[in-house]
């Protein structure tokens, strides 16, 4: 690591958790501006590690709720000034089956899963929820097929037990809402344009390193 936080060739990368739910549109306007600085964040060793949440266990929320025609049009302002396009859902969706899968591909990254097959589920169910209209279902009958592990039985997944646990472990961490990047253990609830996200991170990063590197020199 160099004096002012930047990684060096060899340095692990530095985890930076993302908690969304497929139901919330803000949450695919995150996807899709957090995507343009991959590259960016990959050269600084940092990894954002995807969370899916139920949002009806953080606070106010109901599943199938119409969305109010405010909403709506506020949730498109902010995603045409960060230059995303998408419609949003007129019902709030119901997103536990593609969240405990979401949960299980994650789960299975520490256990040496390639990243991409997450990357690929997140990418896919979001783009059918807001670009495609496309039932879920379908989707995990095709994703099913390339995973090299079995997912577990529709009525476990349908079940939703490791997503909730998730979303009680987000909770206790003070997750009120989403996106949250979870900056240690400040979350940062919301979303801006890739700049300033980039820089928000980039900056955490290297704090973050020079403070090991500090804590590590005291030691020896």
Known sequence: MSG???????????????????????????????????????AERVDLRWKAIDLIGVGNFQRGRLLDPARRQSLLRVAAALDVNFDPPARWPDSRLAGEVAVVLDERIDHGLDPAIEREWRETVFAACYERDVEVEDLLRDFERRVPFPLGSPDDLAAGRRLAEVTRNAVAAGVEGVPTLMLDVFPLCGIHDEETMLGMIRRYARRRRRLEADAAAGVN
């Open 4 to 42: 002012d936080g930047r990684p060096a060739a060899g340095d692990p990368p530095l985890e930076v958790f993302v908690y969304y739910d497929f139901a919330s549109s803000l949450s695919y306007v995150a996807h899709r501006v957090l995507a343009r600085v991959d590259e960016a964040l990959a």
